[in-house]
């Protein structure tokens, strides 16, 4: 076990890990950030998608020991933001959730990909999600959902 | 249509993470269970020796099928699932102890500890070598590794080939599918100071949990309280599995007197539960030179692994459904379920239809093809119209029968008649060859004869104006809750708001069966309609003095309740109060039960189903002459649904349904080796990405169903039983090569 400094959804953060663990079980058991899902482990899936200083990676396939003063953020600290308001407003108007498991990662892939370009073309945005596994929606409203939250959140990205 | 937005009562908690999956819930003082597996796949006299694993500190328990209270086998319709093996290793799947440990990590390496013995015999492998006259008999019941055949014997097909212009003989094969919902099977349990046993589970039938659980305890079925909580997909895939992982935590919580958690990882889930069957398909079929199909002959075989499950149900859909939507009078079909070692399966979304359609769509055009005549005209003057017989005898009179206009929808959307005479044959001047194919069907809706088909709604009103809704439907992720609400907001005539969707327990809703088979709009909304009738009888019998006239004058619209006159209306804040101060309860209950069904086993006649979905849908694809890569262009998708309650959520299921039979065309295959899944994540087993999916078009076609109390049928299951035949005919158009197999692939060698 050793302190590992970091900041979480915005706040600092220290506490005792074993640096050999995984991001996603440190977020989720021991911080309690449940929208952070497991799906694979093995990173093919995208559910535990997380932002680490602002670039997507998947949280299974990050050792803790790797996130010493950096900064993570999972929805539970974007969903008050205008930008999560914005993609989560967005997402749920246009259908693009079923069973909702995958919907966070999604989420998440998708501020990434809004935050570096605002204007998404269609296979920008399939490149940007191609990440990320959906078993129930075919993507299609996902896709729409996105699209929306580019139109809407005009400055916002 | 009832609406046209996108509603979803659980939309938000989803996309915020709000809302709370089995490993998402936690109790203090929760215990963690892990399953142990051997490398064993056949194995007589198994002995378990878990004395490693107890030294592990923190490791509290090692079960065993010793310590089971209740009876370790269980299943849907034969008793032979071993929840935990006795003496008896029958797959790779088995499970042979459960550890329970403070932690996860802690159960994970103690796991690791439990040592097993056995003598292993020779596994059967293969439907081939479990058919052998001496082969070795898999199931612990029967004298045989046929655990089902279904016949039908409809005229006399053997009669009628003589008469016919073209006989065409093909054998086909399909894949083993996963059904690969996001969220593995998950459970926690938690003992209550009453004697209940809580269970939350990632399942998609909380009834089947609560038998599967009651049978392993050995304890009533009231001592299980089984909750819905939000499930990560199932695709019929949550079942029996998901059932036995509740059920084995359930065991834990009993005998530890804590909350016992497990956890699934992804590599369990492939290794542990049914997968669908793949099916050996032999036809022979008889053609006159019109193109009118005289006569049938098939054989199927489908690998039921090392346990039977549900497939006598899944392989008498097959057989119920074994050519088609067409109308054709000579048919002789025998389909059998077959053990061997293999992990075993079960149900997944399509059951025993997407290995059948694969088949028969394909034979379709190459009818076509043989006779010259184009593949619209063989389908439409070989498919069921208006009033036509089925084969199984079944008149389709009682709904509208939609095929032909299905069809055309789908031809007129997509082009097809301009396409399909563009289409390479195998011959292009660049690299790429060029096809579209298309394919139809029909859907029996609900159970059908396979089982009993009932469901239960309850209303329940408050003082306040709110109401309460819940019914015996399961939601999966599909989204039924939602159905639900809109169609009772349609009958009492109020908004939405109103109503609180209130997810039942086992403990407050009569069972209804499983959220399967394409049922859950159907049966559900009707037994709303039900409910909501009684409601409003009720209702109208203690407010119509209030409201100057008879209970029958009373009417519900517009967020309130009248009488005659526009004078005389109660908003429903003062009806409720109203129906409190007459110490009446504001609450009723409805059941919807299926129309009738009739079936004849030994002959396979019947009238199967109560009414059917019709469906058409094509696919553009290219075909690379260097790599033999196909690529998928486009995809339209017509089906004739009844009506839609929720429009969007209608064309989500569609393009969901269609991606995943995208995948049992491309590039979905459970792999094995001597009876180990070697494709246990989704780095092997390719479920599609957003990358691999071309423009889909989703029309939606409404006639409503008489049979159906709200006019909607459902759509789950035919979004994705045809479009593996639809993508194999384009390939076929493209390249002139027919592949009978499943995922399809191009061998380039052949394009030269």
């Known amino acids: 076990m050793s302190t590992i400094t970091f900041r979480l959804n915005e706040k600092n953060i220290s506490l005792e890990a074993d640096p050999a663990s995984r991001l996603l079980d440190l977020l989720r058991e021991d911080l309690g950030l449940s929208a952070v899902k497991e799906g694979c482990g093995e990173g093919e899936c995208g559910a535990c998608s997380v932002l680490k200083d602002g670039v997507l990676v998947n949280s299974c396939m990050v050792p803790v020991g790797t996130i010493e003063h950096c900064s993570i953020e999972t929805l539970e600290g974007l969903r008050e933001t205008d930008e999560g308001r914005c993609i989560i407003e967005a997402f749920a108007d246009t259908g693009a959730v079923q069973c909702g498991f995958c919907t966070p990662g999604m989420v998440m892939a998708s501020i990434a990909l809004l935050r570096s370009n605002a204007r998404p073309t269609l296979e920008e945005i399939k490149v940007a999600l191609s990440g990320n596994l959906c078993r129930c929606t075919g993507y299609d409203m996902i896709i729409k959902g996105v699209q929306l939250a580019a139109e809407r959140g005009d400055g916002i990205w | ?752």
């Open chain 2, 1 to 752: 249509m009832i609406t046209e937005k996108t509603f979803r009562n659980d939309g938000y908690a989803k996309v915020t993470g709000r809302a709370a999956y089995a490993d998402d819930i936690s109790f203090a003082g929760t215990l963690h269970m892990v399953p142990v597996y051997s490398d064993l796949i056949a194995a007589n006299n198994v002995v378990v020796d878990a004395s490693e694993a107890m030294k592990v500190p923190g490791c509290i328990r090692v079960l065993t099928a010793k310590d089971v209270p209740g009876t370790t086998c269980f299943g849907q319709i034969e008793q032979d699932y071993p929840m935990l093996i006795t003496d008896t290793i029958r797959s790779w799947g088995d499970v042979v102890a459960l550890v329970i440990a403070e932690t996860r990590t802690i159960a994970l390496e103690a796991s690791e500890l439990v040592v097993v013995h056995g003598d292993p015999v020779k596994p059967v492998l293969t439907i081939e070598d479990a058919l052998k006259p001496y082969a070795r008999v898999v199931p612990s019941y029967g004298d045989s590794n046929i655990v089902v055949h279904h016949r039908m014997r409809h005229g006399d097909p053997e009669a009628m080939f003589d008469q016919c212009e073209l006989i065409i003989e093909e054998d086909f094969e399909t894949q083993i599918i996963e059904q690969g919902y996001m969220e593995p099977e998950a459970a926690i349990c938690v003992p209550r100071h009453d004697g209940v046993i809580e269970i939350y589970g990632s399942m998609q039938h909380p009834f089947s949990t609560r038998r599967f659980t009651g049978a392993l305890l050995g304890e009533p079925l009231s001592n299980i309280e089984v909750y819905t909580i939000a499930v990560g997909g199932g695709f019929g895939g949550k079942d029996d599995t998901a059932a036995i992982v509740c059920a084995r935590a359930a065991l834990g919580a009993r005998l530890l007197s804590r909350p016992v958690k497990m956890t699934y990882s992804r590599e369990w889930s492939m290794r542990e539960s049914y997968k669908r069957h793949p099916y050996k398909l032999h036809y022979k079929v008889g053609v006159t030179s019109e193109g009118q199909i005289l006569a049938v002959k098939t054989q199927m075989y489908a690998d039921s692994g090392a346990y039977l499950s549900v497939t006598p149900w899944v392989t008498w859909r097959s057989t119920a459904q074994c050519f088609g939507p067409y109308s054709i009078e000579h048919v002789h079909a025998d389909v059998y379920g077959v053990a061997t070692n293999n992990v075993f399966t079960g149900a997944m979304r399509g059951f025993g239809s997407p290995q059948v359609n694969f088949a028969t769509e394909q034979l379709i055009d190459m009818i076509a093809q043989r006779l010259n005549v184009h593949p619209l005209g063989i389908r439409r003057i070989n498919m069921v119209k208006q009033g036509s017989s089925t084969v199984t005898g079944q008149v389709l009179d009682q709904h509208t029968v939609s095929m032909e206009e299905v069809m055309n929808s789908t031809v007129h959307e997509i082009g097809y008649r301009k396409k399909y005479d563009r289409c390479s044959h195998g011959v292009s001047e660049t690299d790429e060859l060029y096809g579209i194919g298309l394919s139809i069907s029909y859907r029996g809706a609900s159970l059908g004869a396979e089982g009993m088909d009932f469901c239960s709604a309850i209303i329940n009103g408050q003082y306040d104006g709110s109401i309460l809704l819940e019914t015996g439907i399961h939601e999966n992720g599909q989204g039924s809750e939602s159905v639900m609400m809109i169609v009772l907001a349609e009958e009492l005539g109020i908004q939405l708001k109103r109503i609180r969707y209130r997810r039942s327990s086992t403990s407050t809703i009569p069972d209804s069966g499983t959220t399967v088979a394409t049922r859950g709009t159907i049966m559900g909304s009707s037994s709303v309609v039900i409910a909501a009738k009684n409601f409003k009888e009720l209702l109208a019998t203690h407010l119509a003095e209030r409201l100057k006239c008879t209970p029958e004058e009373v009417t519900f619209h517009n967020d309130k309740i009248w009488g005659l006159t526009f004078a005389q209306s109660l908003t429903w804040e003062e009806a409720m109060k109203e129906l409190f101060l007459q110490r009446v309860t504001p609450y009723a209950f409805g059941t919807f039960k299926a129309p009738d069904v009739s079936w004849d086993d030994t002959v396979g006649q019947g009238n199967a189903y109560f009414t059917y979905v019709y469906s058409c849908q094509a696919a553009e694809v290219s075909v690379n002459k260097k790599t033999g890569k196909i690529k998928l262009l486009n995809v339209v998708a017509s089906h004739d649904i009844g009506k839609a309650i929720n429009r969007a959520m209608v064309l989500g299921q569609i393009y969901g349904g269609v991606t995943q039979g995208i995948g049992m065309a491309l590039s979905e295959e459970i792999k094995r080796e001597d009876g180990k899944i070697t494709t246990l994540n989704f780095d092997t087993y390719k479920i599609p990405r957003i990358t691999d999916l071309p423009e889909m078009t989703g029309i939606i076609v409404e006639n409503s169903d008489p049979q159906s109390l709200t006019g909607a049928k459902g759509i789950g299951e035919p979004a994705l039983e045809l479009i593996a035949p639809a993508i194999a005919n384009a390939v076929y158009n493209a390249t002139g090569i027919r592949c009978t197999s499943l995922p399809l692939s191009i061998d380039p060698q052949e394009l030269k």
